[in-house]
């Protein structure tokens, strides 16, 4: 019977803690340093969409996204990698950043790749991180201009 109790309860706080559950999310950018004048607007976006996401009630059966704030200085690689790490010793599900590419890079092989933490930088352009060693937890959003201009070129020269 006692087994019986201890199983049910499991099942119960389970059940209940999974109901109303926190993801929480890193952000990690450079808040100071050579870019900090664009840092703000960036984080306030992704933290505008987990907002709509948790108060929509739809989000995985009701859970809600909570944001952890990080500093990568854009940078200092030592720095972004200790951030990244005091975000996931936190318990972050993913990470949104970093901005930079050498930061980002340092972050993604150092940490978030080795713990198996989804990352998603939305401006590094480093041609670089097409090649990194991911494992599928890595992704970037934003092309390297130079790629660009030179698939332009090549597609004008063929015809």
Known sequence: MKRLFIAAFIFVSTFTTNTFAEIKMGIILGFT????????????SAELAFKEASDSGSLLGGETISVIRADSTCVDSAAATAAAEGVIAQGVAAIMGAD???????????VAV????????????????TTLDDKGYFF????????????????CSVY
């Open 33 to 44: 340093g050579p870019i900090e004048s664009l840092t703000p607007a960036m984080a306030g």
């Open 114 to 129: 080795p713990n198996g933490v989804v990352m998603i930088s939305p401006s590094a352009t480093s041609p670089g991180l």
């Open 140 to 155: 970037f959003i934003n092309k390297n201009i130079f790629f660009i201009k030179f698939n332009i070129c090549f597609e």
């Open 100 to 110: 930079c590419s050498g930061v980002t890079t340092a972050i993604a092989e150092n």
